[in-house]
């Protein structure tokens, strides 16, 4: 079930992967468009459909819930296949999506496009993540991923003021049929430039039906997996929520104008891409106290939202400036998840492991959008119109038992994913000294032949046994 000797053909870190994650962080940040871009049309949306907050929050969870499910399936297809396919296949499915929800005139058909849309989300990703522990080195990966993280928030920012500015202008079915003709673009250029290994001979996992079972089961029983997986949980969702559909109304609720709450989601994208590379920075630094850090991350999203809801009357704008702030680092925070999945896995496990790891926080995300909604429809079931300040505070605290759980499930598989690095000799010393690849776990524990070491480390002084460079 393993790969073959690889033969190095590309420089790595160098200009052609720089090129081959430009084009890929196009697509992802497309994707945060297309993925957030109810964030700022919930309204217009429900009136379009003539449909309630639950029916609306329906969209979004259904999107999410698509997009979680798909996760481990294109795990191990773009093991199988490789990332350039699956980001191809998605991003074609994410553009018909969207063609279908700017001619939707039902619920239902919106429903349906949407859940198209989230089919597609699901494959772009994590192929990018792939491409980037392929071309790039151990120390760069982290500050790659996060740039990532950050640069594709972008696409949030389109969906947040861009997007609304359209809707107003051009209307419903010009606004999202031109954002789907942009994948068409896209997709010309995935073809075109992207390589999915600066390798030849095989690179992705050739996993036999018979055995893709026990693999799995090996995966998810990596307690660096489920590490991975409550850290992307504990502090992706409230950035999430937030930006994906109930930020705006709630802004709206506690008094500010629409271009004010248009404003604290672009404050938030702009803090989230800020504080992506003090993240970055710091797992690369420190890597032994990445969960610690998620852990802090978490008990300060949790401390300004009970302030804010518990805040007497409307909560003053400086105050929400600093929920918004504070919340937003938790998309940045999220991405170490995917740094413990290159620590705890060797590199042709890295599509299932970060597949089962993004489930996370959409899981946590997609439950507590559809219990808001389901809430706010309970207390004000008039719909949007008749939304409180204080219907939004009961209906946003359920954000808090998440929180409570994904820190509790964090707090103790830290403490088992160290208790099975102390197994292999030499690790966790390794851990400690700020290394990110280990031996036993994600590289061989003996010098010699590395087929299984993780692509990229040829020049890094983990990796003492390079292959020879050649073109690049």
């Known amino acids: 079930m393993g790969a073959e000797l690889r033969r190095q053909v590309h420089n790595i870190g160098r200009r052609r992967a720089?090129?081959?994650?430009?084009?890929?962080?196009?697509?992802?940040?497309?994707?945060?468009?297309?993925?957030?871009?109810?964030?700022?049309?919930?309204?217009?949306?429900?009136?379009?459909?003539?449909?309630?907050?639950?029916?609306?929050?329906?969209?979004?969870?259904?999107?999410?819930?698509?997009?979680?499910?798909?996760?481990?399936?294109?795990?191990?297809?773009?093991?199988?296949?490789?990332?350039?396919?699956?980001?191809?296949?998605?991003?074609?499915?994410?553009?018909?999506?969207?063609?279908?929800?700017?001619?939707?005139?039902?619920?239902?058909?919106?429903?349906?496009?949407?859940?198209?849309?989230?089919?597609?989300?699901?494959?772009?990703?994590?192929?990018?993540?792939?491409l980037i522990a392929l071309w790039f080195h151990v120390k760069q990966a982290p500050m790659v991923t996060q740039l990532t993280s950050m640069v594709g928030q972008l696409g949030a920012v389109a969906a947040a003021t861009p997007l609304a500015a359209a809707l107003s202008r051009f209307g419903w079915g010009w606004s999202y049929g031109v954002a789907a003709g942009v994948g068409v673009v896209l997709g010309v250029a995935l073809l075109l430039l992207v390589r999915d290994s600066p390798y030849t001979g095989e690179v992705v996992e050739r996993i036999k039906v018979r055995a893709l079972a026990r693999s799995m089961a090996e995966v998810w029983g990596n307690p660096g997996t489920r590490l991975g997986l409550w850290v992307h949980f504990s502090s992706q969702f409230g950035p999430t929520v937030f930006t994906m559909l109930w930020g705006y109304p709630f802004l709206i609720a506690e008094g500010l104008t629409s271009t004010s709450a248009s404003g604290l989601l672009i404050v938030m994208v702009v803090t989230a891409m800020a504080a992506g590379p003090v993240v970055g920075s710091l797992t690369s630094r420190m890597p032994y106290h990445r969960s610690t850090l998620v852990l802090v991350l978490v008990a300060a999203i949790a401390t300004v939202w009970a302030v804010v809801l518990l805040w007497p009357g409307p909560a003053p704008l400086w105050l929400l400036v600093v929920m918004v702030m504070v919340t937003a680092v938790g998309g940045p925070g999220s991405m170490v998840s995917f740094d413990l999945a290159r620590t705890f896995h060797p590199s042709e496990r890295y599509g299932r492991a970060n597949g089962m790891i993004n489930i996370g926080g959409f899981v946590a995300s997609l439950m507590t959008i559809g219990l808001i909604g389901l809430i706010l429809d309970y207390r004000a079931p008039g719909g949007p119109s008749t939304y409180t300040s204080a219907d939004f505070r009961v209906a946003m605290a359920v954000q808090f038992p998440f929180w409570a759980l994904g820190a509790f499930q964090l707090w103790r598989y830290r403490n088992k994913g160290r208790a099975l690095i102390g197994q292999h000799p030499g690790a966790m010393e390794a851990l400690r000294e700020g290394q990110t690849l280990l031996p036993g776990l994600s590289r061989p524990a003996a010098p010699g032949p590395r087929p299984d070491a993780a692509p990229g480390d040829e020049d890094d002084p983990q990796a003492p046994d390079a292959p020879p460079r050649t073109s690049g």
Do not use: C
């Open 18 to 130: 720089w090129v081959i994650w430009l084009v890929g962080l196009s697509i992802y940040t497309l994707a945060v468009f297309h993925r957030t871009s109810l964030s700022v049309a919930g309204i217009i949306a429900a009136e379009r459909f003539d449909i309630t907050a639950g029916q609306l929050s329906t969209f979004t969870v259904l999107q999410l819930a698509v997009y979680a499910a798909m996760q481990i399936p294109v795990g191990v297809l773009i093991d199988r296949y490789g990332s350039k396919r699956l980001m191809f296949v998605g991003l074609s499915l994410m553009t018909a999506g969207q063609f279908w929800f700017a001619l939707a005139g039902t619920f239902e058909a919106g429903v349906a496009a949407r859940v198209l849309l989230g089919i597609g989300d699901a494959m772009v990703f994590t192929s990018l993540l792939r």
